[in-house]
């Protein structure tokens, strides 16, 4: 069994939780429990605690990429935490929105004599069936037009580091996306190359999809191609978004929303 907690999304399930923009995802299975993103601040913290979670199970931490609304929290964990993640999850970016510093709170150096660090540009299996999928291919180049930040020479922030985890059941894979920088159809294919398994099951995470676009139309139709069961939508994907995706995929495809404080079982 697989159990995804939504510790924090830019949506909220329950009125006694607290949320803010960004992820934290707490998942568990038969091989391994880990943190996937911790979000800004402590809310992944204080909604652990709420949801009767003990983040002290967790045998370590994926970071999907180095923006502030995934890292922020990094400075609630303690030394020597153990952390999976791109070897430029650390780059300095700038948002292009506000101009002001939006990449993790914290410099290489700091990262680096803070925490264990696991710097994977490559597949790295965390366990015998979960995969963090290093650097994935941009095979699709609809979804990779616009970025959100600047690097520190200026040029775009391309996000190479955005990345993602496979997880191989019996009933296909389960695949989490944390913003989706890479493209969510990209993520998914590069998932089924990395494991060999063609059957997805669900997908699950931040599509980034603002609008009603070429990006968001195309994406639509690969996941009517790609026979998934279940897609669970959720950080930096609008509420018009989520609603073309029901519109278009249900009921053949089951759609669901992420929610703080919402656990998932599959």
Request: aromatic share 10%.
């Amino acid at each position: 069994m697989v159990k995804i907690s939504v510790l924090n999304d830019d949506r909220c399930h329950a009125k006694e939780l607290t949320n803010i923009h960004g992820l934290s995802l707490f998942v568990e299975s038969d091989e391994i429990s880990f943190l996937f993103d911790v979000g800004q601040e402590n809310h992944f913290i204080k909604n652990a605690e709420k949801m009767n979670i003990d983040l002290s199970l967790a045998n370590l931490v994926v970071l999907s990429h180095g923006h502030y609304d995934h890292t922020n929290g990094l400075i609630n964990l303690s030394e020597k935490t153990k952390i999976v993640c791109h070897p430029n999850c650390t780059v300095w970016r700038k948002s292009n929105r506000t101009g002001e510093y939006n990449g993790m709170p914290l410099s290489e150096e700091e990262f680096k004599s803070k925490f264990n660090i696991n710097f994977a540009k490559e597949p790295y299996f965390i366990s015998k069936n979960i995969i963090f999928l290093g650097e994935i291919e941009r095979k699709y180049v609809f979804e990779c037009k616009n970025f959100p930040s600047v690097l520190k020479d200026g040029s775009d922030d391309t996000a190479i580091d955005d990345s993602g985890i496979a997880i191989k059941t019996d009933q296909g894979l389960i695949v989490i996306t944390g913003c989706g920088h890479s493209g969510v159809c990209n993520t998914v294919e590069w998932a089924k190359k990395v494991t060999g398994e063609n059957r997805v099951f669900a997908v699950i995470g931040g599509f980034h999809l603002k609008n009603i676009n070429e990006q968001t139309l195309k994406t639509v139709d690969y996941f009517k191609k790609i026979n998934v069961k279940n897609i669970i939508l959720g950080h930096c994907t609008s509420d018009e978004v989520c609603e073309f995706f029901k519109e278009k995929l249900m009921p053949k495809i089951k759609i669901d929303m992420l929610e703080t404080g919402k656990t998932l079982k599959f």
